[in-house]
């Protein structure tokens, strides 16, 4: 049997075994780190027709500092990996940013998210796209991108990277088989449980009343849950929150 057979079973027995998120992510880490990625960021989102992304979920692994500083200045920001992903099937390495940067291809919101990477010396890792695929009016997509040590030049990842890309891919693959997205909203937009059942009755089309008798709650309580729902999702109505919860696949 090939390196690649024995390879593919053991990553399919690694996944089958967890019984979580927590644990598929334990399992994407470890193995990652058999060919040198420390990080990782696993994101998806909603892209509506006109190129706007509606809503996206995450589970990232690059640091709380990384994630503090993104998260300030994400509003100023557009991810150059996402425009890759969304009509490029093929890795995309990070390596490539620097010459994307100068190009004609890319806007200053793409820029500023490029100079986020440089800033914190990441220059080199890989973005695999696991899913893109129709969702309403607009595409669902999902990736995952695998970063060695912060400052690892192109020059040491990008040779490592070529020599293991049937490895890479298999892990990506398996990863993306096992890992649940709904659950990586609920947690992303901090649902709790109860919400999460009221979010699924809503879905079926029950009413405040309907949800309240089907849950053993006072009207007056399931409202409440629907309206932490809502200011959650940053949903302005019911409609709108399962809508929300259909295109980023938390229901």
């Not at 979010?199 to 409202?223: P, W």
């Not at 302005?236 to 938390?250: E, K, P, Q």
Request: charged fraction near 25%.
């Amino acid at each position: 049997m090939s390196y690649l057979s024995n390879l593919n079973i053991d990553l399919a027995e690694s996944f089958a075994a967890c019984q979580s998120n927590e644990e598929c992510f334990k399992v994407l880490a470890e193995q990652g780190e058999r060919y040198g990625y420390k990080h990782f960021h696993f994101r998806h989102l909603h892209k509506a027709h006109d190129g706007k992304v509606e809503v996206e979920a995450y589970h990232s692994a690059m640091g709380p500092e990384y994630e503090g500083v993104l998260a300030k200045r994400q509003h100023l920001m557009e991810d150059p990996l996402v425009a890759h992903c969304m009509v490029n099937s093929r890795p995309k390495l990070w390596s490539e940013l620097e010459e994307d940067y100068h190009s004609d291809r890319l806007n200053d919101r793409h820029r500023e998210k490029i100079r986020h990477f440089w800033d914190f010396g990441v220059r080199s890792g890989v973005t695999v796209r696991l899913r893109n695929e129709p969702s309403g009016r607009g595409r669902f997509l999902a990736g995952v991108s695998l970063i060695p040590e912060f400052g690892t030049e192109p020059k040491v990842h990008d040779p490592n990277y070529a020599a293991n890309l049937q490895g890479i891919m298999s892990l990506a693959g398996h990863f993306c088989a096992h890992v649940s997205t709904s659950d990586i909203a609920k947690r992303h937009f901090d649902l709790t449980d109860r919400e999460y059942d009221v979010l699924q009755l809503l879905a079926e089309g029950c009413l405040v009343q309907q949800i309240a008798d089907r849950l053993q709650l006072a009207d007056r309580t399931a409202a409440h849950h629907l309206s932490n729902l809502r200011s959650k999702l940053g949903a302005n109505s019911n409609a709108h929150a399962v809508a929300i919860a259909i295109r980023i696949h938390l229901i």
